[in-house]
């Protein structure tokens, strides 16, 4: 009788034990995020779904853009990394990359100048003769709680990082990408629910959205395909450097999954689109959130 007992307690309460975490330790400063570990799966095995690929990677130096760059190497393609500042952090991604015997350049400038950025999908495609994959993954936010502490400078600056820089490597990809090539966007969970301390942020992510819908359809005719990837809460160095302690200490503890996600659980998604496992998919949005949206 009391085994039963025990047994009709076990399913009413669901019966369910939580499984322990499989995850790394909790990183407590942006340079654990350097840890191979942060960046790939251990067990993490390509299987030659890029093979030949060339693909440029914007924000590709650190954070989710290095991880998609390793992930993306490690499945046989070829990896050109626009980055800001971070000559150390580019040079670091681009070890990694070679260390999957794979080729990787770098090109450092501001992606809000168009000049710059027109000019790096040419060199890309002078250096490797063809580009395969666009990812348009770099951005910028400056969280603050009052609004009217936002800047018009501000404004402007997070709409040039995160959507014109789209634009323009967009347009200037489609001139040398493969007939059967394919951009993939980075939104953001924040383009679904918003947040009050991120509102120019938020409203990037969303055109991010639209401008992935829209272009969709425009070049479906070509068959080039275009989708993105609106990632939550992941570990990256832009958590440590835009928020305070408090914050960075429950950072991703809302998500249902109790977590922020760490870069290599994002960029498998990339993987997925950018490979023949995804050549009917166009338009579409992948949200590796840990199920704080659902849908959408």
């Excluded at 120019?200 to 639209?210: E, I, L, P, R, W």
């Amino acid at each position: 009788m009391a085994k039963a007992a025990t047994r009709t307690k076990a399913a009413r309460t669901g019966g369910v034990k939580k499984a322990a975490s499989r995850q790394p330790a909790k990183p407590t400063d942006s340079k654990q995020l350097d840890q191979i570990n942060m960046v790939v799966r251990p067990d993490y095995r390509g299987s030659r779904k890029l093979v030949g690929k060339v693909a440029l990677i914007t924000g590709g130096d650190s954070g989710i853009g290095r991880s998609v760059a390793v992930h993306f190497a490690r499945e046989g393609a070829d990896i050109a990394i626009v980055y800001f500042k971070s000559d150390q952090d580019a040079k670091d991604t681009r070890r990694l990359v070679e260390a999957e015997g794979r080729n990787c350049l770098l090109y450092k400038g501001d992606i809000a100048r168009e000049a710059f950025c027109r000019k790096t999908v040419r060199d890309v495609y002078e250096q490797f003769s063809r580009l395969s994959i666009l990812v348009n993954n770099a951005g910028t936010h400056e969280p603050d709680n009052d609004f009217m502490k936002v800047s018009s400078k501000q404004f402007h600056r997070t709409f040039e990082v995160n959507m014109y820089s789209f634009y323009y490597f967009s347009q200037e990809a489609l001139k040398y990408l493969d007939p059967d090539g394919c951009i993939i966007n980075t939104a953001s969970v924040v383009a679904y629910r918003g947040s009050e301390h991120l509102i120019d942020y938020a409203a990037t992510k969303g055109a991010v959205v639209s401008f992935t819908r829209a272009l969709a359809k425009n070049l479906a005719p070509q068959a080039i395909r275009v989708n993105a990837v609106a990632p939550g809460p992941i570990w990256s160095p832009l958590i440590f450097a835009s928020f305070d302690k408090e914050h960075v200490k429950k950072f991703g503890a809302k998500t249902p999954m109790g977590r922020a996600g760490y870069p290599y659980e994002v960029a498998p998604a990339f993987v997925f689109l950018a490979s023949a496992d995804a050549t009917y998919i166009t338009g579409q949005v992948i949200h590796v959130n840990g199920g704080e949206v659902v849908g959408g």
